[in-house]
């Protein structure tokens, strides 16, 4: 009886060039749990990812903010001075913002059914629609004049630190929420337990972000958001996405160390005797 050919050896590992310091692992558990959600892009068009990039910062920069503005002036203008703080510090980051940038991205998700294969590409659906949101409330802040002159130049320059990275948290979410669903769950039994969490963060991040803008006196809270606050959501971002960020291939997740991930991977065959 001959003797069966020994499984073949696991595949090399990939050269991912610079990880733009080290890789960490503050967060593998979670990781793993995305990983097992992951599957390979099937776009069938290049034209699809441009596509969902557009229309998500469409949609948070026209339909995202509809909902928020309209909570949030209602809100102000029925609580006075409490709402000066209460309303950027609460009601916009848990009540308004975050859902609404959210709502925009289960849009794309369900119009463009194979643009959340892994969760880098929930995170960049998700920075989309926060600068369109960003840009869209900078314009509305400037026709009510809310922020003349130089502090306006600040809020431009503050762009890329606040919305995209919050909205790069609940777009994580998006992509586990939408994952589930096509995994037979409901909406409601899908949403719960990591997608929550990833809102949580987001919104989180947005409100200590308005924390520190409402009470620390102009333009200090302005670098205070990007010197101490932005790095270590960044940091927390990058854990979550891999570990790392790799530009060269961003969208690539690599496989979590983790038998439950690594076990697809038949072990390498014994050394010879």
Request: glycine fraction near 8%; hydrophobic fraction near 50%; charged fraction near 10%.
């Amino acid at each position: 009886m001959s003797e069966l050919p020994p499984p073949p050896p696991p595949p090399p590992p990939r050269k991912l060039g610079n990880f733009h310091l080290p890789r960490t692992n503050f967060f593998l558990k979670i990781r793993t749990q995305l990983a097992e959600l992951e599957q390979p892009p099937k776009f069938k068009s290049d034209l699809e990812i441009p596509m969902a990039f557009f229309i998500a910062f469409a949609l948070g920069g026209i339909l995202g903010i509809a909902y928020p503005l309209a909570v949030n002036t209602a809100f102000s203008a029925a609580f006075g001075n409490a709402a000066s703080w209460a309303t950027p510090i609460f009601i916009a980051p848990f009540l308004t913002e975050e859902l609404s940038k959210g709502a925009c991205m289960l849009v794309v998700a369900f119009a463009l059914v194979r643009v959340l294969p892994n969760r880098r590409y929930g995170a960049a659906i998700g920075a989309a629609t926060g600068l369109g949101f960003a840009i869209m409330e900078n314009l509305v802040f400037a026709v009510q004049g809310q922020t003349p002159g130089g502090f306006g130049l600040l809020r431009l320059i503050n762009t890329p630190f606040t919305h995209p990275i919050f909205s790069s948290f609940v777009g994580i979410g998006v992509f586990v929420l939408v994952s589930r669903m096509r995994k037979g769950k409901d909406f409601f039994e899908a949403a719960l337990g990591l997608p929550m969490l990833f809102v949580l963060i987001g919104m989180i991040n947005h409100s200590l972000w308005n924390l520190i803008a409402v009470f620390a006196p102009q333009p200090v809270n302005w670098f205070l958001g990007i010197i101490a606050l932005s790095p270590i959501f960044l940091v927390i971002l990058r854990d979550f996405l891999g570990g790392h960020f790799n530009f060269q291939h961003f969208f690539e997740s690599l496989p979590e160390t983790s038998d439950s991930v690594l076990s697809d991977f038949p072990p390498p065959p014994p050394p010879p005797n």
